[in-house]
């Protein structure tokens, strides 16, 4: 039987990982997890911003405000670099 992590660990090691961030206004945001802090503020890169699950806009790097987060996950496929 396998340990549970706790959310604290879980996101130590997404860390320099493809991530997905949804937002609580629905919007999603795709990109490496570059940092995060305490308040889930959360820095992206090679960031890529989807509404409605359509592609909208690509930035290089992103800053979201923790507060606006409603969840973090991992991403199954790759960002090419």
């Known amino acids: 039987m396998?340990?549970?992590q706790t959310p604290s660990e879980f996101l130590k090691?997404?860390?320099g990982r493809p991530?997905?961030?949804k937002l609580n206004s629905g919007v999603d945001y795709r990109g490496v997890l570059a940092c995060l802090d305490g308040y889930?503020?959360?820095a992206l890169e090679?960031?890529?911003e989807y509404v409605n699950g359509?592609?909208?806009n690509k930035?290089?790097?992103a800053f979201i405000r923790g507060n606006n987060v409603l969840y973090i996950s991992t991403q199954k496929r790759r960002i090419q670099m």
């Open 59 to 61: 930035y290089g790097d």
């Open 40 to 42: 889930m503020n959360i």
């Open 46 to 48: 090679q960031t890529e």
């Open 54 to 56: 359509q592609l909208k």
């Open 19 to 21: 991530v997905v961030v």
């Open 13 to 15: 090691q997404i860390i």
């Open 2 to 4: 396998s340990r549970r």
